[in-house]
């Protein structure tokens, strides 16, 4: 983990243009009239929910429950947003209290100067006092401003301070703190021991963690926290909390900083990616290729299950980064998606049993109504067999990988299915023959998946599989897991 951490805030740093402590001044300063250093430069932040994917927002200044009881000033969405370096450390809080059964709550992150001056406007109000029963009720409403609850600058408009709690993910509810965030009073104090012991702990939990990975708490308040090494320790940023205000990160810059790359996969192919039932593990080809990619990004891996007739669907619902399951590039599907370049050269053949071999030539052998077709739902097999063979006995079996079983057992005559899986299948069952193996039906190659906006991850997935195949990788897992088989089938023929 500690290196993962290192990885990690070197990359967001990185993305900045600079390391803590060494942040250039942004750009478009300018001083206010009582010396402040003002910009409205949002290069360095980013949205918390990229960054941090598992917290969870409730941005109370952008609702009406607030001290003031109104949305403020400069809160257009209900979004949070931190400098890249706050974000990076606060993923890695993230990360170890996830493993504690916690998520973390944002209250508030990034606060712009308009904001801060609606709350000086207010303060200045003593009759709007709506919302003194609950945030204020032991204090009058004049002293807020003197006892510096409410503030002309504050630290959260230099982008690195952040309010939040905890979310238990056993009771899903909010930790019990002892006192709700914005309570003005001694109550707030992360040290005041007017609470329960178990109140307190919990203060501690988040208090320990923030503290663990570069965050220095306020004396006041429990939620409040700042990065130590902020890079702006002296600029007050005036920008809205808006989406439009910062850059989304890329889909590369989003996988690092998750940690995770989500690959999709529909678990029945065998020799590409097949979820073993015995081990509960992806084993294959396109399994094997995914953890190098992973490995290549710096980051862990975590298969997304989906199926051949959702397969487009669910790619273009971002339920995963890419899908790596042995898919044949088409037009059709480069018409909605994103397809890398070819990494595995492709065909449509067949598989039969091995007494049959000699019977099934070429499509009209097979395009007969005695003959029985089985395939797989919703994928390029069955929309063959449709297109291609109007005439046969076609069987859709929802499970790919019984497939063969029941070819060899007498259920169906012919499974219409690709190179590698057929030479697969014979290798595994001497019942089975693959005899079109080496005179397929069509041609083409294997590629991976991945929705519309992914063209960052595009170009970083063609030079991984440049670079895969220049160092003789593709042609390991290849001989490892197809070609092997495929050569016992042509020995077997000869």
Not at 28 to 33: E, G, K, L, Q
Not at 178 to 186: I, N, P, S
Not at 332 to 354: F, H, P, V
Request: proline share 5%.
């Amino acid at each position: 983990m500690k290196g993962k951490t290192i990885f990690l805030l070197l990359i967001l740093a990185l993305l900045a243009g600079m390391l803590p402590g060494f942040a250039a001044e942004p750009a478009d300063v300018t001083i206010s009239a009582d010396g402040v250093k003002l910009s409205g430069d949002a290069s360095d932040f980013v949205l918390l929910s990229e960054a941090v994917p598992d917290a969870i927002l409730e941005i109370r200044y952008y609702s009406t429950y607030n001290f003031i009881g109104d949305r403020i000033d400069g809160y257009e969405e209900p979004l949070a947003l931190l400098t890249k370096e706050a974000a990076a450390a606060l993923r890695e809080v993230s990360d170890d209290l996830l493993a504690k059964g916690y998520r973390l709550k944002i209250f508030d992150a990034y606060r712009p100067q308009k904001a801060v001056t609606h709350f000086m406007r207010w303060a200045l109000d003593m009759d709007d006092t709506r919302m003194k029963a609950y945030f204020y009720p032991e204090l009058d409403k004049e002293v807020l401003f003197p006892q510096g609850y409410i503030a002309e600058h504050s630290g959260h408009s230099r982008g690195s301070t952040v309010d939040l709690t905890l979310f238990d993910m056993t009771t899903e509810r909010e930790v019990d703190m002892g006192g709700t965030f914005d309570y003005f009073g001694e109550l707030s104090h992360p040290d005041y021991r007017g609470i329960t012991e178990e109140q307190y702990a919990n203060r501690m939990i988040l208090r320990e963690a923030m503290l663990a990975h570069g965050f220095k708490p306020l004396s006041e308040e429990w939620w409040h926290f700042t990065l130590k090494d902020e890079p702006f320790p002296d600029v007050y940023f005036t920008f809205p909390v808006n989406s439009d205000s910062v850059v989304p990160l890329g889909v590369l810059d989003a996988i690092r900083g998750r940690g995770v790359l989500r690959v999709g996969t529909a678990g029945d192919y065998n020799p590409m990616s097949f979820l073993d039932p015995e081990t509960g593990e992806y084993v294959g080809f396109d399994a094997a290729l995914a953890e190098d990619l992973a490995a290549s990004l710096g980051v862990e891996i975590e298969y997304v299950p989906t199926s051949w007739p959702t397969l487009m669907e669910d790619t273009l619902a971002g339920k995963f980064d890419l899908a790596l399951c042995g898919i044949t590039i088409t037009d059709a599907r480069k018409a909605q998606a994103l397809m890398s370049e070819g990494y595995l050269d492709n065909g449509k053949t067949i598989l039969c049993r091995a007494e049959d071999a000699g019977k099934y030539t070429d499509l009209d052998s097979i395009n007969r109504p005695e003959v029985r077709v089985m395939v797989n739902p919703g994928g390029l097999n069955e929309k063959f067999a449709r297109e291609n063979l109007p005439d046969c006995t076609l069987i859709v079996h929802d499970v790919n990988q019984e497939i063969p079983g029941l070819i060899a057992e007498g259920e169906a005559d012919v499974m219409i299915t690709e190179i590698m899986e057929a030479g697969y299948y014979v290798g595994q069952d001497d019942r089975l023959a693959a005899p079109l193996i080496f005179d397929p039906f069509t041609r083409g190659q294997l590629g991976a998946l991945m929705p519309e906006g992914s063209e960052d991850l595009l170009a970083y997935v063609n030079g991984f599989l440049a670079d895969e195949r220049e160092s003789g990788r593709l042609d390991e897992l290849a001989e490892a897991y197809i070609y092997r088989y495929i050569e016992e089938e042509a020995r077997d023929a000869a």
